[in-house]
């Protein structure tokens, strides 16, 4: 962790506990915001540019939803506008939300993740039976994760983000794991039903090219260098 973190808070904008659990890891204090948008409406032609793009409505959302916020408790305080003819002059300069006037910066930080197979992307199964074809597929073959790291510092309105990808191989998964892993479910709710990390599939593994932090959707030296130069 940077020396200089207990002089900027963070919010993380993902509702994952393994994003949470990544952060904190990382030795980060945070609090946790969601953002409400329809990923299934935003379409890009590659999975790099795919996680850019939801990242960065997830951050759009989330800022929209913290200005919302503000807003309600400006409003609940009177306010009193001089000379009005310049107040189209005036109004775009004055701070935008208490994270602006803060004395230290506060970054955002939104995320995305698909899974890669064959060349088609894979995000959050629709059903156990597509969670089940997904992971049959795996099965002695591979997969890739691409994930997206997007920091926005709400002081400055600076915004700097990139994306990371892994590739994972596997050993053949007995039908019967399959089973257990569909019944205990965490799968069904993860971008291409793809847990590298749980006890189910591990064994499984054969070969991990790039970091398990990214495959659990938060790569750890992204995240870090995106902070510092949001900073």
Same mark, same amino acid.
């Given at each position: 962790?940077? %020396? ?11 509702? =994952?506990? *393994? ?21 299934? /409406? @935003? ?15 997830? %951050?759009?959302? @989330?800022?929209?939803?913290? &200005? ?7 409003? *609940?305080?009177?306010?009193?506008? !001089? *000379?009005?003819?310049?107040a189209e002059a005036i109004l775009p300069k ?10 230290? #910066?506060?970054?955002? +930080?939104?995320?995305? &993740?698909?899974?890669?197979?064959e060349g088609m992307v894979r995000e959050k ?7 089940? &074809? ?9 997969? %890739?994760? !691409?994930? =997206?790291? +997007? ?9 700097? /983000? ?14 019967? $794991?399959?089973?257990?892993? @569909? ?7 993860? %971008? ?8 189910? +599939?591990? #064994? ?9 932090? =990214? !495959? $659990? ?9 995106? +902070?510092?130069? *949001?900073?």
């Amino acid at each position: 962790m940077d %020396a200089n973190a207990s002089s900027f808070k963070i919010i993380l904008g993902s509702a =994952s506990v *393994a994003r949470r659990k990544i952060l904190a890891e990382m030795g980060y204090e945070f609090t946790v915001m969601t953002a409400d948008i329809d990923e299934k /409406g @935003i379409r890009k032609e590659k999975p790099e540019e795919l996680v850019m793009a939801i990242a960065e409505a997830k %951050a759009d959302a @989330i800022i929209s939803k913290l &200005q919302t916020i503000d807003n309600r408790e400006k409003d *609940a305080k009177p306010t009193i506008l !001089v *000379a009005a003819d310049t107040a189209e002059a005036i109004l775009p300069k004055l701070p935008v939300g208490h994270y602006k006037m803060d004395a230290e #910066p506060t970054l955002l +930080i939104t995320s995305d &993740q698909v899974v890669v197979y064959e060349g088609m992307v894979r995000e959050k199964p629709s059903s156990k039976e597509e969670a089940r &074809q997904f992971i049959k597929d795996y099965s002695g073959g591979h997969a %890739a994760t !691409v994930g =997206s790291v +997007i920091i926005t510092n709400l002081k400055t309105g600076f915004r700097k /983000g990139g994306w990371d990808k892994v590739e994972i191989y596997f050993h053949e998964i007995p039908d019967e $794991m399959i089973d257990k892993l @569909i019944e205990e479910g965490t799968v069904l709710y993860v %971008a291409g039903g793809l847990i590298i990390e749980h006890p189910l +599939i591990l #064994p499984f593994i054969k070969e991990v090219v790039g970091t398990t932090d =990214s !495959v $659990m959707g938060l790569p750890k030296a992204l995240t870090e260098r995106l +902070i510092k130069e *949001a900073l």
